[in-house]
């Protein structure tokens, strides 16, 4: 059945208030994949020093088991997309929940360290599932007039799971007396905190029941008046349902499905707005940012700081990334993209400075002088705070927005799987890098973080305000 009444101007549509709280349950429910990304990504903070110890691997071992995740993370999402179109975004949604559950109790009950990092790459095809599946099913139910901020969900999920992960390692390590390999419930206290993620990954499995299939999926199946239904569920009862069925089934016919080799050209193998995308997701990734969920426990036990506190801190920087997300999302449509990436590559100059700074004293007693210590502390917090309100959420704006409509899907593709390959190559890499100079692992971050200057103010241009046709 379908409404008589006249649809409200395109740009007015919105969803009836009565069906508001509806929607924002529909797209929370679809967050929690974003929830588990972040808080898969970041629970292996709390178990780095006990795999080292507990199967006696040096750093480029310890290395290659953290980040052989990111492996399976560049594969789930390079297919997510085909997946979700042959099944549909709730069948996706469902199998990333049930690799999460597999890798979580995989990973908490390892017989051998090729078994942990199998499970390793079990989660992280999860994690790149999750990242694709979540923003695109959210962006085709979401009413227009609500699109966008029921899209920052993802993002403010993942920050929350990263934070909410520090948080569970830190209890978890007190109920262990401290001690990683602690026991509890028979296990040791590190295999506890990859195993606690069975319970999220349960709930987001049990929520993928109780949300609608999206409506473009239902069209493409021929599911017309299931997506009708549906429609009336997000939009509410004075829209006209026939005239949006046809709208999506027109957009739909005129997309034009970009290939790789629409991304050549130019001078280097790629059009230059390619190489831009590209070297937004590279920079992005070689301040650092990743040494901060990943190894920051790691990294205050180094210069000597307690294990339950180097916990705690970890927490405390979580804490910050949502601050500075949150800021992030307020500001990034009022003072633009350009503006607010260049305001975090200052701010990370300073706090990834002052880190350099700091780890270049010598240790006395095992620890860093205390002023020193302090300073690494603050700078730290500080560095994620400013890539937070700028970087973390910037760069996605940008690949969403900067690439002509024929070739967006595999741009954006492209510049992700740069992503992907960048963060592989930082957190392999820290703790060699780490063992020979850590003083000078950060004056390596730091320059980077310097050369996203002028790389923004020369080769990036603003997109605030644009329409996505006006890129061409």
């Not at 937004?280 to 000597?304: C, D, K, P, R």
Request: hydrophobic content about 55%; glycine content about 10%; overall charge negative.
């Amino acid at each position: 059945m379908t409404s008589t009444a006249q649809p409200p101007p395109s740009g007015a549509r919105a969803a009836h208030p009565e069906h508001l709280g509806h929607v924002i349950f529909i797209a929370a429910a679809a967050a929690m994949g974003g929830f588990l990304f972040g808080y898969d990504s970041a629970v292996i903070n709390g178990a780095v020093e006990a795999i080292r110890h507990r199967y006696d691997i040096d750093s480029a071992a310890l290395a290659q088991v953290i980040a052989i995740a990111l492996i399976g993370c560049a594969i789930g999402a390079a297919t997510a997309g085909r997946i979700a179109d042959r099944i549909g975004r709730i069948r996706c949604m469902q199998i990333s929940a049930a690799l999460f559950i597999v890798s979580a109790v995989g990973s908490a009950l390892p017989f051998a360290l090729y078994d942990l990092a199998f499970w390793r790459v079990v989660g992280g095809f999860a994690i790149g599932m999750a990242s694709v599946i979540g923003p695109a099913y959210i962006a085709e139910v979401a009413p227009a007039a609500y699109r966008g901020r029921l899209g920052s969900f993802q993002q403010a999920a993942i920050v929350i799971g990263i934070a909410i992960s520090q948080l569970v390692n830190w209890g978890i390590l007190n109920a262990a007396g401290g001690d990683q390999r602690g026991e509890i419930m028979g296990l040791e206290a590190w295999q506890v905190m990859l195993g606690v993620m069975v319970i999220p990954a349960v709930l987001y499995g049990l929520l993928s029941f109780a949300i609608p299939e999206s409506p473009r999926f239902l069209i493409s199946a021929g599911k017309d008046e299931r997506a009708r239904e549906v429609l009336r569920e997000v939009e509410g009862d004075s829209v006209d349902l026939d005239a949006r069925v046809a709208e999506i089934e027109h957009a739909m016919k005129s997309e034009h499905k970009s290939v790789f080799k629409d991304l050549l050209g130019g001078s280097f193998f790629f059009k230059p707005i390619v190489w831009i995308g590209i070297g937004l997701s590279v920079f992005q990734q070689f301040v650092g940012i990743n040494v901060a969920f990943y190894y920051s426990s790691t990294l205050w036990q180094s210069v000597g700081v307690d294990p339950s506190e180097s916990f705690f801190y970890s927490f405390t920087t979580s804490i910050i990334n949502i601050v500075g997300t949150v800021i992030a999302m307020i500001f990034v449509d009022r003072i633009g993209r350009k503006p607010l990436a260049l305001i975090g590559s200052v701010g990370m100059v300073i706090g990834l400075g002052l880190e350099a700074w700091a780890f270049s004293f010598d240790l006395v007693d095992g620890k860093l002088p205390a002023t020193q210590g302090w300073v690494a502390l603050i700078a730290a917090h500080v560095f994620v705070l400013f890539f937070a309100l700028s970087w973390g959420v910037v760069v996605w704006v940008f690949l969403g927005e900067m690439f002509p409509n024929k070739i967006r899907a595999a741009a954006l593709g492209v510049a992700a799987s740069a992503q992907w390959i960048a963060n592989w190559a930082i957190t392999a890499s820290f703790p060699s890098l780490a063992d020979w100079n850590l003083s000078l692992t950060y004056v390596i971050y730091t320059v980077f973080a310097a050369l996203s200057i002028p790389f923004v103010l020369k080769f990036v241009t603003e997109t605030k305000g644009k329409t996505l046709e006006e890129m061409g």
